[in-house]
């Protein structure tokens, strides 16, 4: 039962992951050399809003290096933060929903990402982009926001 179980949490993990949005990444910075394995850095990424056209949200992010960050095993820190901009004239949709999450990746091998949440603020005209760090044991209030006038 317990080998089941697993499998399926992991085969639901993997259609998540396969599910989410994922960012360019645009160059890193090292924070600290380290010895052995991969150096602790800070990188920044780029993503674009996939229901509008002309905003683009870039990310810093800490990650986490050592042996455990060169093999993919490390957690990140609940460490970044969000710009996001509008590179062209934007024309927002009729139908637009006040909360959806337009982007997602994993800082460590299971249960941890970072997750940014577009909401809609109708009487500003203004998209609100939310990035919260996420546990499925327990969350984390470290957040960045960023917002995009539509006018």
């Known amino acids: 039962m317990g080998r089941s179980l697993l499998l399926a949490l992991l085969l639901v993990l993997s259609l998540a992951v396969a599910g989410t949005l994922r960012a360019e990444e645009i160059d890193c910075v090292t924070t600290e050399w380290k010895l052995v394995g991969a150096n602790h850095k800070v990188c920044?990424?780029?993503?674009?809003?996939?229901d509008i056209p002309c905003v683009t949200c870039y990310m810093s992010q800490a990650r986490t290096g050592g042996l455990s960050g060169a093999v993919?095993?490390?957690?990140?820190?609940?460490?970044?933060?969000?710009?996001?901009?509008?590179?062209c004239?934007?024309?927002?949709?009729?139908?637009?929903?006040?909360?959806k999450k337009v982007f997602s990746e994993g800082t460590s091998a299971l249960f941890k990402d970072t997750q940014v949440t577009r909401l809609f603020d109708?009487?500003?005209?203004?998209?609100?982009?939310?990035?919260?760090?996420?546990?499925?044991?327990?969350?984390?209030?470290?957040?960045?926001?960023?917002?995009v006038v539509a006018r």
Not at 44 to 50: K, L
Not at 76 to 81: A, G, I, K, L, N
Not at 89 to 99: M, N, S
């Open 122 to 147: 109708p009487k500003r005209k203004a998209l609100v982009y939310l990035a919260v760090s996420r546990k499925i044991v327990s969350g984390s209030p470290k957040n960045s926001i960023s917002t």
């Open 44 to 50: 920044v990424s780029a993503f674009e809003d996939p």
């Open 89 to 99: 004239p934007i024309t927002l949709p009729d139908k637009l929903p006040r909360k």
């Open 72 to 87: 993919g095993l490390a957690e990140d820190p609940s460490e970044f933060s969000l710009d996001c901009r509008q590179t």
